[in-house]
Structures are given as structure tokens and as C-alpha cells.
């Protein structure tokens, strides 16, 4: 079993303890350094405490497994307030929320949508979007999307 599929396994086990949802974990290496990205969230958000919490539960657990042979640090943080919905369950989940959404080729005339997601069924999403003034509910098959994120309206 890979390094990721074990933190992953460890990282669940520990924020279950602290009633926390993980997101994603990754093994990267950035500017030389090897790091170990837990992103973790709670139904309203994580806060700085449970974050420290989860980096200091999951740090004991793999001092004691110790299967990294090699020098590397933990990072614990939140997906972030316009966080990538990567998962058919986070886009599920989103349905309601302002998103942004980058395909491969233009629809309506834009390769990036900003709108309101509605649904999201048979591969398709439905994005809520005002265009010169107008609502239209653009319906856009899954795999012409690039990237799909929540987004903050201003």
C-alpha cells in the first residue's frame, strides 16, 4: 500500500475521533520539500483549533506507524472558502451554491461560467447563470469541464 493510501486511511480514523470530514490527502514534493496535505472539513467549516486538533492526532498516529522513510512535513488545513469540487459527492453536495466553471470550449460565448449550480444528474450539471442580464440554466456535460469550484459572489 502507497504512502497516500495509508495517510488516508490514518487521517480518516483520526478526524472521525473529532467528528471531522477529510477531504483529500496528497504526498507532494514542492520547492524540494516533501509534504504531506491533509485537507479536512467540518460541515461548517474547520476552524484553526479543530485544524490544530487533527494535525496533533494525526502526528502521534504516524510517529507510532511510522511507514514515510523519509524526511517530510504535515500539512492540515480546509479546502478553502472557493475550494475545487473534484468528487460527484462535493458537487452533489453543492447544488444551491455559486460556483465557477471552466470547460474545454466556449458555451454561451465563455470558457468560464460563474452561476448558482441547480442540479447535477446523468453526467450533466445545470449552472443558473445571468447572461447580458437574462437567467438561463445552461445544461453542461461532465466532460467538458475543465475545473468546477465553488466561488465567492461579490
Do not use: H, W
Not at 472557493?82 to 460527484?88: F, I, P, Q, V
Not at 460565448?109 to 452561476?115: A, H, Q, R, S, V
Amino acid at each position: 500500500m502507497e504512502i497516500v493510501d495509508k495517510a488516508l486511511i490514518l487521517a480518516r480514523r483520526c478526524a472521525e475521533k473529532l467528528q471531522l470530514d477529510i477531504v483529500e490527502v496528497e504526498y507532494v514534493s514542492e520547492k524540494g520539500l516533501k509534504i504531506l496535505r491533509v485537507i479536512a472539513e467540518d460541515k461548517t467549516g474547520l476552524t484553526i483549533d479543530q485544524a490544530t486538533d487533527l494535525n496533533n492526532l494525526i502526528s502521534d498516529e504516524l510517529d507510532k506507524e511510522d511507514f514515510i522513510d523519509e524526511e517530510y512535513y504535515l500539512e492540515v488545513s480546509s479546502p478553502g472558502i472557493e475550494r475545487e469540487l473534484k468528487k460527484e459527492e462535493d458537487i452533489i453536495k453543492s447544488c444551491d451554491q455559486y460556483i465557477c466553471v471552466n470547460t474545454y470550449e466556449k458555451v454561451e460565448g465563455l470558457k468560464e461560467l460563474y452561476g448558482y449550480l441547480r442540479k447535477y444528474e446523468d453526467q450533466k450539471i445545470f449552472i443558473d447563470i445571468n447572461i447580458k442580464g437574462k437567467n438561463k440554466i445552461l445544461e453542461i456535460p461532465k466532460s467538458k469541464i475543465s475545473k468546477i469550484r465553488l466561488a465567492v459572489k461579490f
